[in-house]
T-cell receptor, first 112, second 116 residues
């Protein structure tokens, strides 16, 4: 099993640009999670999906952030427009109900 | 809402010695799961150990074991025979086993340094 796959691994962009982060969960997992990690705020849950349906997006910081899961094997997190304070490591994780979450390698986003 | 507290921002241990990382949590639920994750400098989040709340027996994975005290809502991680590769951030996490709630709550983390 390849594990959770995220792309890109690193992203550097200028303020105001659109950023799209991608995630492929582990096959057979029906839950998918997007997290953001910063030194100041630690690990924050942004949104999670069960069976491709968004269940809780209360962690999404503002309307500039959006996430989709068009099918069981793909999800995107989009930031439009991006701001320097969005700089962080973004993790995608997948799992099944009641079990641990498996994390991807993360995407380090830098907005200048 | 459930909260997870790790009161030790940093810990250090001598190689081959034993160290215990603390974690407490707050919940009104009776059925849940607890986890310890390790995040080395590569930043990959790696599951270390898992505990089901309904199990009285403490989980063990090789050199890693937990002390689960349900009444006290405490879930500490013990690392025996510490190795240099154990140096990392360690996160305690809580996950409900009830309903459709699949999200996981993480503590702020403890940075473990292993001295040779």
């Amino acid at each position: 099993d390849a594990g959770v796959i995220q792309s890109p691994r690193h992203e550097v962009t200028e303020m105001g640009q659109e950023v799209t982060l991608r995630c492929k969960p582990i096959s057979g997992h029906n839950s998918l999670f997007w997290y953001r990690q910063t030194m100041m705020r630690g690990l924050e849950l942004l949104i999670y999906f069960n069976n491709n349906v968004p269940i809780d997006d209360s962690g999404m910081p503002e309307d500039r952030f959006s996430a989709k899961m068009p099918n069981a094997s793909f999800s995107t997190l989009k930031i439009q427009p991006s701001e320097p304070r969005d700089s962080a490591v973004y993790f995608c994780a997948s799992g099944t109900r009641g079990y641990e979450q498996y994390f991807g390698p993360g995407t380090r986003l830098t907005v200048t | 809402a459930q909260t997870v507290t790790q009161s030790q921002p940093e810990m250090s241990v001598q190689e081959a010695e034993t160290v215990t990382l603390s974690c407490t949590y707050d919940t009104s639920e009776s059925d849940y799961y607890l986890f310890w994750y390790k995040q080395p400098p590569s930043r990959q989040m790696i599951l270390v150990i898992r505990q089901e709340a309904y199990k009285q027996q403490n989980a063990t994975e090789n050199r890693f074991s937990v002390n689960f005290q349900k009444a006290a809502k405490s879930f500490s991680l013990k690392i025996s025979d510490s190795q240099l590769g154990d140096a990392a951030m360690y996160f305690c996490a809580y996950r409900s086993a009830m309903g459709n709630n699949n999200d996981m709550r993480f503590g702020a983390g403890t940075r473990l340094t292993v001295k040779p």
